[in-house]
Every structure is written in C-alpha cells, then in structure tokens.
C-alpha cells in the first residue's frame, strides 16, 4: 500500500516540473527581442516643410539605446515585440507627438521616430503662446463691443416694441458670457498654455486631413469654426456618433478571428471618435460655453467608464466652472476608484485625483478634509518628484492658500513663497502660474498692510503678464 505522504510527494514533483517546462515553453518567448529599423527627423509643422533627418542622436527603448544615427537619421537596434520609445541622446532634442507616448509593435516597416530641437521647441511654444493670448483678449474685445452694441439698441427701444423682449434676451447672453470670460480668465490662459504647448510639440505631417484642418485652426485660435467642423463631423449628435462608433468596435470584436483589419478599422475610428469629443471640448472651452463642455464630459465618462483621466477632468470642470459640488465629487471619486485599482495609492496619477478631491472640499469650505488630502498630495510628490518640480510646486500652493483662509498667515506665506520659488526655477519666466503667485502674494501682503512687499509683488505680476 502507497501512503499518502510518498503520492504527496511525487503530486509535488509532477506540479514542479509541469510549471518548470510551462515556463521554459514561454521563457523565449516573452524574452525575444527583433531588429527594428528606423528613422530620427525633425518635426513638421505644414504640409510644404521638408522632412528633414537628424543625424547623430540614439534612440532609447526601456534600458537600451541605438548605435548613433547616420547622416539620413537611420537607426538599428533590438527591441522587445511590443515597446515604446523612452526619449533620445543627447538631451538637444525631445520627442514630439506623435512618438511621444506612443506603445508600438515590432515591424519590417521602418519606425518613425519624430523630435523637436529643445531651443525651437520653447521659441515655438512661446510664439505660439503670444498668438493665442492675443486672439483671446481680441475675442474679449470684440463681445464687449457686441455688448455694447446690443445695449445701446436696447436702450432705443421701448419695453412695448416688439423687438424689445428679444434684444434683453439676447443682451443677458452676451452680458453673462462676458462676465465669464472675465471671471475665468487664469483657467483660460492655462488652457491656452497647454494648447501652445501641444502644437509645438505635433508633427503636421503625421495628422489626417481632418486632424490637420483642426491643427491650422487651432494656431489661428478660430475655436467657433472649429465647433463648427466637428459638430458636421459627428452630425450633430455627439452621443449617438461615439455609441455607433463603440457599436462597431463591438461588432468587430465579436469576429475578430475572421476580419482582424476590421477590428483595427473600427480600433482608429474609436480612437479618433474620443479625439474629436476631446478637441470639441477644447473648442467649447476657448468659447466659455460651459453648458455644451459638461454635456460632452458626461457623454466621455458614460462611453469610457474606465478611463480616470476623463472622470478627473469632468470633477475639475464641474467644480471650478459649473460650481456644481456634488456632481464634481461624484466624478472625482469614480476618478479615484480607478486609479487606486490599477496604480495604487502612491502613484502620480492617484495624487492627481486626490488634488481635485482637495479642491472639491475647499470649495464646499470643508477645509480641514481639503488640508488633509493636500497634504497626503505633497508628501506623495515630495517622495516621488522632489523639491523642485512643479507638480509639488502646486502642491505646496494649495496648502498656502488653505493656511491663509484659516488664519495661519506665517504658514501660509511660507508655503506660497516656496511654491513661488519653485516655479521661477521650473517654469520659464513669463509662464502665467508665475504671475498668478506674484498676484497671490500682493493680495496677501496687502490685507497684511504690508503694502510695500504688496506693491513689489504687483509689480512683478504687471512684468511678468505684459
């Protein structure tokens, strides 16, 4: 008779060395590497500039780098079956969209490695910034003078006229959107910031032609045409556009087996169907139509319940914009659930939504949960990005203005001091969070009676903005 402990033991041996020969069978494969060919050029930004290659750069995938590229730009070197290019060598040049964050797979096709020169990225960025500025504040310009003109006809007419009911409504439109283009105007430098800063960073000649009517029109800030083109581009019905383009995604899923291109078609239209939300929602942003930025937001979660970034968004657009607390929270915390389950509490982009969880509850006035979560925020970003990064930089500013609204003014001023601080070594000198602290501070200083530091800090914000 076998006792149980001897068929134990050989149940053992056989569990071992099955698991040992499953993972030599996979071993090679999930090891393998592929000779992956490739080009470095230089970014376009029309359809007439030249492609230009860079020679002499290496490009950096995970641990590894290419031999340096040749006088074409042409590259060499192993890669794993799917990978991502990290950046290149030297640092004169950074990656530009489309590579940068792009996931690829090997391929006999050579790999299309696009970057910008550092220097002409930040004078790009900075015309591109000036452009912009100016078309908003032209815009300003022109709905104030609309207002006018409005009032003015108002003002001719009698309450008995039949045009008279129509003109008021017409005139409290234009009254309240201007009044939101004032009171928003430090969130929509920021938009045109990240906007500047995407289209130094895009190579035209990668864009589609719609994609590339949307690029031109953003550099000429016409965000009302581009609502307009996106509006035909999705008929008019955003909701029903994104649902039958997830309904086809859904069809070609199901018989991928036998139709794999119809799957990768119906992959792109997805893919370029939250595109056009995404840039719809930019468009409606530069134009302050706040009702039709919240529609699109709920129509990007309600699609896309798994993607963080779109409920982080919508919390902070709700909160700071539409000042609707608990529709923000809910968002916020849907936003946080993600995040937990698929980075952990530690990782950046949890503290990015516990950033807008904090901003929530300072806005309901909740200031001692706000306190708490922000610091949770700094520490996270002390730990992980150091001092001297402007993400930590925010960090210690919202923990400024929390001491300051309690009355901790010594606190308070050190923190927002030292957020200041940090942005003048981080960000270039005429970026708008600077002039926001400079702002900041002169406020501070002046309830304080301190009104020469006041006046220094005001000054430095009118340098700094004109």
Request: proline share 2%; glycine share 4%; with cysteine.
């Amino acid at each position: 008779m076998v006792s149980f402990s001897i068929i134990s033991r050989n149940m053992t041996c056989i569990k071992y060395t099955l698991l040992f020969l499953t993972i030599l069978c996979f071993w090679p494969m999930n090891g393998q590497t592929f000779q992956q060919r490739g080009v470095v050029r230089l970014i376009t930004h029309s359809a007439t500039a030249p492609v230009t290659p860079v020679a002499g750069v290496k490009v950096i995938v995970g641990n590894s780098q290419s031999q340096a590229t040749g006088q074409d730009g042409s590259f060499s070197m192993q890669v794993p079956g799917n990978f991502q290019v990290n950046g290149v060598t030297p640092s004169d040049y950074v990656l530009a969209l489309p590579t940068k964050g792009k996931s690829y797979a090997h391929s006999a096709n050579d790999l299309d490695v696009v970057v910008v020169d550092k220097k002409q990225q930040e004078q790009d960025y900075k015309t591109l910034y000036t452009q912009l500025r100016k078309k908003y504040r032209q815009q300003t310009d022109e709905l104030n003078e609309l207002r006018q003109q409005c009032r003015d006809q108002l003002e001719s007419l009698s309450e008995s006229d039949v045009q008279y009911a129509a003109t008021k409504v017409r005139l409290d439109s234009l009254q309240t959107l201007y009044v939101d283009y004032i009171n928003n105007e430090e969130q929509i430098q920021k938009q045109i910031q990240s906007i500047a800063e995407e289209l130094s960073i895009t190579d035209y000649q990668t864009l589609d032609s719609l994609q590339r009517r949307i690029y031109d029109l953003k550099r000429e800030g016409q965000w009302k045409s581009i609502s307009e083109l996106l509006s035909q581009v999705m008929q008019g019905n955003a909701s029903a556009y994104l649902h039958q383009k997830l309904a086809n995604k859904d069809r070609a899923t199901e018989i991928r087996k036998a139709a794999e291109e119809q799957e990768s078609a119906a992959d792109r239209d997805l893919a370029s169907a939250f595109q056009f939300m995404e840039e719809a929602i930019e468009a409606f942003k530069m134009q302050n139509l706040r009702d039709s930025v919240s529609h699109y937001y709920a129509i990007l979660t309600e699609a896309a319940p798994d993607n963080w970034e779109y409920f982080n968004k919508a919390a902070q657009y709700e909160e700071g914009y539409m000042a609707d607390y608990p529709k923000a929270l809910d968002y916020a915390e849907k936003a946080l659930d993600l995040t937990l389950s698929s980075f952990g509490d530690t990782h950046l982009n949890t503290t990015s939504v516990y950033n807008s969880i904090g901003g929530i509850f300072g806005s309901l006035g909740d200031y001692d949960t706000a306190f708490e979560i922000n610091q949770k925020v700094l520490d996270i970003r002390l730990s992980t990005l150091g001092e001297r990064d402007f993400s930590t930089s925010q960090a210690y500013s919202n923990l400024g203005v929390i001491y300051l609204i309690k009355g901790n003014f010594d606190k308070g001023l050190e923190y927002t001091e030292k957020a200041l601080a940090i942005k003048e070594e981080v960000l270039p000198e005429d970026a708008s969070e600077i002039a926001v602290s400079y702002g900041n501070l002169g406020s501070v200083y002046m309830s304080l009676e301190k009104y020469d530091k006041a006046l220094d800090y005001f000054k430095k914000r009118s340098r700094s903005l004109f």
